[in-house]
Nanobody, 115 residues
Framework: QVQLVDAGGGLVQAGGSLRLSCVAS????????IGWYRQAPGNQRELVAT???????TYADSVKGRFTISRDNAKNTVYLQMDSLKPEDTAVYYC?????????WGQGTQVTVSP
């Protein structure tokens, strides 16, 4: 079992920055990929960025060049640095971890970007 606690959301003006964090606990040794998804009202949950155990990141096209994902294995924490935020980035952001056979989700943190 893996538990995820994500935090760091808030209200920011367009062009601003936020940093999300996700702390993993439990069977963290089993995590292959960890990252972030988001879901805006009326939309499906979509991938934002993920990072593998080897440190190789994947980004959605919509956030490339603006968001940076990083992973601190010693602290079992993954970060999402979000710069140049846009109103269309407004969503609930969920931490996600993948093991060999299970997906885990954090509780979600709200990010709201005002025009």
């Amino acid at each position: 079992q893996v538990q995820l606690v994500d935090a760091g959301g808030g209200l920011v003006q367009a062009g601003g920055s936020l940093r999300l964090s996700c702390v993993a606990s439990g069977s963290t040794f089993a995590i292959n990929t960890i990252g972030w998804y988001r879901q805006a009202p009326g939309n499906q949950r979509e991938l934002v960025a993920t990072i593998g155990s080897g440190g190789n990141p994947t980004y959605a096209d919509s956030v490339k060049g603006r968001f940076t994902i990083s992973r601190d294995n010693a602290k079992n924490t993954v970060y999402l640095q979000m710069d140049s935020l846009k109103p269309e980035d407004t969503a609930v952001y969920y931490c996600n971890a993948v093991t060999l056979d299970t997906l885990y989700w954090g509780q979600g943190t709200q990010v709201t970007v005002s025009p």
